[in-house]
């Protein structure tokens, strides 16, 4: 293969329209390629840079509203899980308050837990009674809300992805990315491991605002290699989830932040992820 | 009203993406809120004929010809777009983005000039952009939205993708972050 093939199979690789069959041809010209090599990730960085600079228009919430009456259809409740987490907070502050606990009592923090704990088990059974998607999506909202709710977000709590990052090892069998986000307004808070079906996986937490964005990282490789996919955006329950796959591992960001805020950390997010070539394997 | 809150379900995850690609287009929010609408109630009418498929890519499809209705009234006349200006790529290489991505991080002066790039570009060009880096739409939906051949769809990209990083070429790394 030359280098100008290459170039456009780069091109496809980088749109996720490169045929498995394809791939590994590529794979070996990259190793051989010092220059292509260079192209191919300067490529995948400049593509999720440009993808986080470009506006996503949004309609305006006057828009959204005449349209949610223009429209036929029945309106939508509002999202359980937020409205759940304030009450626990009221509630937990408003019992502390009745048993005449101070600020500085010792009590206090296992009223709340205890507290917590119920409207977790009543918070729980109303999200998978009335649950009609996939368990994936249910498992790390309850993660994500139990994580908040019970103040247990990090267990490694640092800004400094150099910290981060290395506390992983021995701990999970993949390493994921800890991307550096302060310059774009998403600091990193710190990580812990969670357990979603069973399985261990990475939780990165991050900030934006008031707003707390998790990120679950587990390992997947189901798929034929395909780089640079497509994610996969959605809402449930007022959060927004995006999914996508980097290097044989999977990342879900959940936040009650908006779709395009999300969207932005992800590329953001992406575009600071060490790229990962196709597999030569 | 079953069908009703199925085409609710189905058109409610879409609305903001449809409203993307109307206000690209466009170039303002009312026309746009207009264009989206419309879409919206035709799409609605003509759900039954919807057989599955994806549906972001057949709504797109609805939302796209109602805006070219749109522009081709306010100009009062079609936009006369010459193909074989268009579609003639001299370079047989497909390009990807040319540039150095740590101009468009935090540079407010990089963000404002490539987003000013995108809106003058051609519309054929300005759509095929859209839809893939913005809207994330394959290759087949994009041939099928814009009815033109995936081989033609990929040059346009290729193309668009050259505009787009020339834009960016006069910028100097060493300007101060805004």
Redesign the interface.
Known sequence: MDC?EA??L???Y????LDAKREPALSAHLRVCPACSV?FS??G????????????????VN??E??AQ?????E?KSSLPGSAIRIRKSVANAVAQWLGLGRRSGLRPLVSLFVACLLTAALTYALTVSWNRPPEDAAIVTAHVRAIGEGRLTLVSSSDRHTVKPWFAGKLDFAPQVGDLS??AFPLAGGRIETLHSQQVAALVYRRRQHIIQVFVWPDDSHPKRGFE??FE??TRGFSLVTWRHGGLAYTAISDLN??ELALFRDHFR?KSVPSGPRSE | ?TD??R??EF???N??AA??LA??LLGN?GD??DV??DA??RA?RSFDGYRGGVARAWLFKIVRNVAYTALAKRRGEREVVRLDDLDCDTD???????????????RSD??RR??GA?ERLPLPYREVIVL???E?C??KDISMILDIPIGTVMSR??RARRM??AALRDLRESAPRA
């Open positions: 100008n170039t456009s780069i091109t496809l980088i749109d996720a329209e192209a300067r490529a960085s400049a593509r999720d840079a440009l993808r986080a600079a470009l506006t996503r228009h949004r309609p305006s828009f959204q005449r349209l223009a429209l036929p259809g029945p939508e310059d774009d497509r994610s959605r809402t779709p395009p575009a | 009203m009703a809150r085409f609710k058109a409610s995850p609305v903001d409203y993307n206000r690209w929010d746009a809120e989206v609408q919206l109630l609605y047989p290489n497909m390009a990807v983005f040319e540039l150095n991505p740590e101009i468009l991080y935090g990089a963000i490539i987003n995108l893939r880096e913005l994330d394959g290759y990209l290729s787009l990083s």
